[in-house]
């Protein structure tokens, strides 16, 4: 959520307002943030009205402690399973609004490339590391005392000095999960631009040399 509000925040102040049709993305991406507000809430409800299992005071009757607890679950089972499903569902809906904000912005700067943002001009390795990573499947392995490796989808290693660069330039991004040993590798919105817009030029095959035009030698057919 805070992470959505952060990024309305630089979208309404940028350039990309002067854009037509950005009014819809910064809907959309506002919509994001209010479900992620209700899936948060759900969540910390969910917490609130889940049954912990302490020990009360040593005064209290020992007698029924299990009986207690059993009906204290039973009773909170269906309220925390119906916020869990509401928190689910808004976070599904917050995940396909952030792919629907992301696709109309790079469509709404293809479509009026003069309110594109200067992007950083690619090595041809630098773009081939970059296309990699956008057929999905990077992942980024940091194990405890060891060297950081990164592998594309194929297996194939990626090397450290294109990714580092992509990574500064914030076209790619790093998921930042609990499990830091392995972490998801995916292209950001300005990544995406940089493959649109940045594609190397193949060079041309040189064209098939033209046969020698006949010489007039000036002499007579026989």
């Given at each position: 959520m805070s992470r959505s509000?952060?990024?309305?925040?630089?979208?309404?102040?940028?350039?990309?307002?002067?854009v037509p049709g950005s009014r819809l993305s910064l809907d959309t991406l506002s919509g994001v943030t209010a479900s992620a507000s209700i899936a948060a809430s759900q969540l910390a409800?969910?917490?609130?009205?889940?049954?912990?299992?302490?020990?009360?005071?040593?005064?209290?009757?020992?007698a029924d402690e299990e009986s207690v607890r059993q009906a204290r679950h039973t009773e909170a089972a269906p309220v925390l399973a119906k916020s869990l499903a509401t928190a689910a569902q808004h976070l599904e809906l917050s995940a396909t609004c952030c792919q629907y904000t992301a696709s109309a912005i790079i469509r709404d700067l293809t479509e009026h490339p003069?309110?594109?943002?200067?992007?950083?001009?690619?090595?041809p390795a630098q773009y081939a590391v970059l296309e990699q990573i956008a057929q999905g499947g990077t992942r980024r392995y940091a194990p405890h005392n060891r060297p950081v490796r990164v592998t594309?989808?194929?297996?194939?290693?990626?090397?450290?000095?294109?990714?580092?660069?992509?990574?500064?330039?914030?076209?790619?991004?790093?998921?930042?999960?609990?499990?830091?040993?392995s972490q998801d590798?995916?292209?950001?919105?300005?990544?995406?631009?940089?493959?649109?817009?940045?594609?190397?030029?193949?060079?041309?095959a040189p064209s098939p040399a033209k046969p020698p035009a006949p010489r007039n030698t000036g002499g007579r057919k026989r």
């Open positions: 509000l952060v990024r309305l925040s630089v979208l309404d102040g940028s350039q990309y307002t002067a409800r969910a917490v609130g009205d889940n049954p912990l299992d302490g020990a009360d005071y040593a005064s209290g009757p020992p003069e309110h594109r943002p200067d992007l950083p001009e690619l090595s594309a989808g194929d297996g194939r290693t990626i090397h450290a000095k294109p990714f580092g660069v992509l990574e500064k330039e914030r076209l790619i991004r790093v998921a930042r999960t609990s499990r830091y040993v590798v995916v292209v950001t919105a300005a990544g995406q631009l940089a493959l649109d817009f940045q594609k190397p030029h193949r060079s041309q």
